[in-house]
């Protein structure tokens, strides 16, 4: 892994330790500890394959050990959903710059073309639905007497799928928020006014998504760390690992003593810490988890 990358986690996890109440250490943690899982897969995965049949089963039987599970999701969950990722080939990133649409400069400079752009993404989402995945992550919370869900996504669809016991910590197209009193209120208008004002004040309103070069909430962090801090299991599915803080979670996961489980098409940075990995598509592999 190349320095900058070790010493950004090292920064993200101090900075989240920090925030963090301490964690539990569960008694079955030391099993799992114990279980470096598999074979990782080197090469890149046609379009849905998954590890050795034996790798899934050493998940299982972790998990079904398991008292404290936290999941952690990205766009390539959705992905299956059909909402579009942000560093595929199809990924929003390819066709749009980040600079002008995802940052609260950009936003200063230009909130009508932003808000265009949110515009477009909201009609899209809004025909989209949970897929099986997003069904087995909202099915762990019933299963697991410790369970956290922390999604990087914005689209709404964990919800969707009946999650509740999560932290959206990139925000969520679906709310938006003022500019001047800071109310956040759910609007679901497709589409949106725009310019959209607020109704208390008068305000600008924006979207309640984290941009680039904004703090993610207190609250978010500390529920993740403590969550990450305290599972026997940290599941991460559909996340290139790239963006911090969450870039940074699987190694607090780690260093804490957790199994990391990584379920991905493809390979990526944070792969090599996994103790699992499982390649090809969220909707094929996250249900079977949890089949018997
Ligand atoms: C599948 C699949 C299938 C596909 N099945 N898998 C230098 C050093 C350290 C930090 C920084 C730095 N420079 C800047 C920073 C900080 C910055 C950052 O990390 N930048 C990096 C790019 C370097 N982070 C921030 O600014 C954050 N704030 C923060 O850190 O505050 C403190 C601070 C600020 C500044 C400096 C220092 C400290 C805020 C981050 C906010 C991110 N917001 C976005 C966009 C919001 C816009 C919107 O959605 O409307 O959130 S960026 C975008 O990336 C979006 C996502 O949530 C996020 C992560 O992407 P994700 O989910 O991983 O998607 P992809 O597309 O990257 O990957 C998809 C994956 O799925 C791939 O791996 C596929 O293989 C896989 N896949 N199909 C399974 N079917
Ligand atoms: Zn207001």
Redesign the pocket.
Known sequence: MPHSLRS?DAYYSRLSLRAASIGLISPHRHNLLACRLTTQPQQAAPPTTMGTGSTLQLIRSTLAAARSVTVLT????S??SGVP????AD?LWRQYR?EDL?TPEAFERDPRLVWEW?NW?RELIATKRPNPAHDAVASMERRFEHFWLIT???DGLHRDAGSRRLSEI?GN?WKVRCTDCRCIVENRDVPIAILPLCQSCGGLLR?H????????AAEDLEKSAAALQSSDVCLI???????????GFGAIAKQAGACIVE????S?PRSNLADATLQG???DLVPLLLEA
């Open positions: 950004k990205g766009a390539g969950i992905a299956d990722t942000f560093r595929g990924g980040a995802a949110y993404r990087q996504n914005v990139h197209i979207p998504i984290v941009w680039f070069g904004e703090s993610l599915v559909g996340t290139s690992g790239l963006v911090y803080p969450a870039a379920i991905n098409i493809d990526t598509r969220a909707r």
